[in-house]
């Protein structure tokens, strides 16, 4: 047999002057590895997609400047960037901390805004703190132990709330991911060594460095999303929510941003394939939740709907308004980037006008959300500026359509969140109160023994209260010219999707 008894003829190529942008869509697209670049019907050269993604910034050093447009660069400069395999042999310390210093009065009464608790689970198990890349890495999952800790000492929490995660096996994994990428997990976690071909694999990089048994501690996330996903489905719980994980930018065969593998993709396959559900996702994470879209793409039983930091100056660069899904799945794909700066009115303008419309639209069976909580103006890695409000409006909204549309099926995951002292834990504790029906309704104050547990060690003075007090922070200059652009969006995003 001959070559050209087995190649392609229809080629998708791309020429040297294409942004970097049309590169990555392509490859997502077409489900291909390689691009031929072609200039003026000639052949002068081919680019992987493992280039591409080399090409693309790091989630920690994203440039935020007008000539660095992240993924504007034309194809020609594309060069390799070398990644160093790092391993770290420290073993996590992490324990379950004593719940010391509950208060002395149960101020669940003052804050909860429904009476009627609502049976939800909290999955959580002390194993998620081995999801560690490094003391000096900015994913830290200590920010489950400070949620836990403030849940349990506002009384929002209780023992008989929490159900512990279940690993993954690797044929659920094997739903999304390549068999050759698990196995590549595994040797990595399990291995002394440097591992040759992890740097292809997107292991061993500055955002995704290796840590030990990296295979198991990021199977127990995917884990945890699934038995999220049995407890709602077989009618147990009402909601479940599972913070460890909110993995949004794992790849089929590739980690990416802080995320081996992708438990809402994962999830959202699981149930496809058992439950034959249509499954609306919701991604509020300041970055664009490109993992899950790619996965889903041309699926039309699979909505994706990100808000998002637009990717212009933020990783991954994707989540454009024109990313629409593909063939049956056009329209399916729903991308709400917002503008750097965005304060809280806007980006809940966008929320509020777009969610509804296509959840209503679409009519999905459940709702699984993921709830990153790296929108916040503190945030070190993004450029939004919104305060606690949105953490407030954000369930409340998914809540009500799910009870509206899906019989109040919802699977809640977690996701970034670099602000691990003072934004984290109230953004979920604000989460977890409106799941489990204790709604909060005020800005009660954030219990002093929490704040004199960790105060000492937080390297920022925590918050007092769980909203953000009015005026907290100044007004963005450009605040008119932003909500005029982000209007913009908001009509445009609505224009081919499901609207009800
Ligand atoms: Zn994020």
Redesign the pocket.
């Known amino acids: 047999m001959l070559v050209e008894d087995i190649m392609r003829r229809s080629l998708i190529t791309i020429e040297p002057e294409d942004s970097i942008r049309l590169a990555l869509l392509k490859i997502h697209q077409h489900r291909i590895r390689h691009l031929p670049v072609v200039s003026e019907g000639k052949l002068v050269g081919i680019i992987s997609d493992r280039d591409v993604r080399d090409a693309c910034p790091s989630i920690i050093s994203t440039p935020h400047n007008e000539d660095e447009k992240i993924l504007d660069t034309p194809v020609s400069s594309m060069q390799e960037k070398s990644c160093v395999p790092r391993t770290n042999n420290r073993s996590t310390q992490h324990r379950f901390q004593n719940r010391e210093g509950r208060l002395s009065y149960d101020l669940a009464q003052r804050i909860r805004g429904i009476t009627m608790k609502i049976k939800s689970a909290f999955i959580y198990s002390d194993e998620y703190l081995h999801y560690f890349f490094n003391e000096e890495h900015p994913f830290n999952q200590k920010r489950l132990v400070l949620t836990l800790d403030l849940l349990q000492m506002m009384n929002l929490l209780s023992e008989n709330d929490i159900v512990p995660p279940r690993m993954a096996t690797d044929d659920e994994l094997a739903l999304i991911h390549d068999r050759q990428y698990i196995e590549a997990v595994k040797e990595c976690g399990h291995s002394k060594q440097e591992i040759p071909i992890a740097a292809s694999f997107g292991l061993g990089t500055e955002d995704c460095p290796i840590f030990p048994n990296m295979h198991e501690a990021s199977a127990l996330a995917v884990g945890g999303t699934l038995r999220a996903v049995e407890l709602v489905m077989s009618g147990e719980y009402r909601h479940a929510v599972n913070l460890a994980g909110g993995l949004h930018h794992g790849f089929r065969g590739r980690a990416s941003g802080f995320c081996i593998y992708n438990d809402c993709s994962v999830a959202i396959a699981y149930l496809r394939q058992k439950y034959d559900a249509r499954v609306l996702y919701i991604d509020t994470?300041?970055?664009h939740g490109d993992g899950v879209q790619w996965a889903f793409y041309d699926d039309p039983n699979v909505l994706t709907l990100s808000f998002h930091e637009t990717g212009k100056y933020l990783f991954p660069g994707t989540g454009n308004i024109t990313e629409r899904g593909d063939g049956q799945g056009y329209g399916f794909s729903v991308n709400v980037p917002l503008d750097a700066f965005t304060e809280d009115d806007s980006w809940l303008e966008a929320y509020d006008t777009v969610l509804p419309t296509v959840a209503r639209g679409f009519k999905p069976d459940v709702i699984v959300t993921q709830n990153?909580c790296?929108s916040h103006m503190f945030d070190p890695l993004?450029h939004l500026s919104t305060s606690m409000r949105i953490y407030q409006e954000i369930p409340k909204l998914a809540r009500e359509l799910a009870e509206e549309l899906c019989d109040g099926r919802l699977i809640a995951t977690g996701?970034?969140g670099y602000d691990i002292w003072r934004v984290v834990p109230r953004a979920w504790t604000l989460l977890w109160a409106e799941l489990s029906g204790q709604r909060i309704v005020n800005n009660v104050p954030i219990p002093q023994a929490w704040i004199a547990k960790y105060q000492e060690e937080s390297p920022v003075q925590l918050a007092p209260t769980i909203l953000d007090p009015e005026g907290l922070f100044p007004p963005i200059p450009r605040r008119a010219e932003i909500t005029a652009k982000n209007k913009n969006t908001i009509e445009k995003a609505l224009l081919y999707c499901p609207r009800g």
Do not use: I, Q, R, S
């Open positions: 994470d300041a970055h990153g790296d993004t996701g970034g």
